[in-house]
């Protein structure tokens, strides 16, 4: 774990992410809150390019969480089964999908807490949504963010909770609201885990990591 760096540092590196990409996005494809809440749900050990192969149908015929109820467990199984843990997410969604009706009038909550409470949602996931969807700068610590934070010093920490933490206390208020997007965008193709591209890096010069390559 490197050690945290300081302001002046964090600022020149989120100033090269923001010239870079001003307005990153994330890669989940989703057309309301419902489905994005879905999709981020169905992201739990799977990757983006997957689950959007996976939902692009299933969207356009389930966008609500009463028409996901009406398509049932067990349609929604032959749309997902190409997605990791597909069975039991599959339980998780017609779950939520049922008390977003039952409790909610079918809108999606936007407190981190009442998202929480839905089946198969963790704060990770209530994070992106409440970023994503609502503007809200909620830091999503995902594999990616961990290991770029760690590398780096950008916010480094023992486990997720405090790399959270770490990006909220750290990083210029300006800087918020994207900086879960800059750092999963830079951990994927850039700081990656076994073969990162140090030789490229827009960071290079300002990151701590140790074993940097070529």
Known sequence: MAKQLDYHTIREIFTRFHEREPE??????????????VAVALSAQATDAGVNKATRELFKIADTPQKMLDLGEERLIEH?????????KAKNVIKLSKIL?????GIVPNSRAALQSLPGVG????????????????QAVDTHIFRV???????????????????????PVDFQQHAHHWL???GR???KARKPLCGTCLIRDLCLFEEKTL
Request: aromatic letters at 10%; charged letters at 25%.
């Open 189 to 191: 193709y850039h700081c």
């Open 24 to 37: 990153p996005k994330g890669e989940l494809e989703h057309v309301n809150a419902y489905t994005l809440v």
């Open 80 to 88: 997902i089964k190409t997605i990791g843990l597909y069975r039991n």
């Open 123 to 138: 704060r990770k996931t209530a994070n992106v949504v409440l970023n994503m969807w609502w503007h809200y700068p909620a």
């Open 149 to 171: 934070g760690n590398r780096s010093g950008i916010c480094p920490g023992k486990d997720v909770d405090a790399v959270e933490r770490a990006i909220e206390d750290n990083v």
């Open 184 to 186: 999963i965008l830079h």
């Open 101 to 105: 009706v039952e409790d909610y009038d």
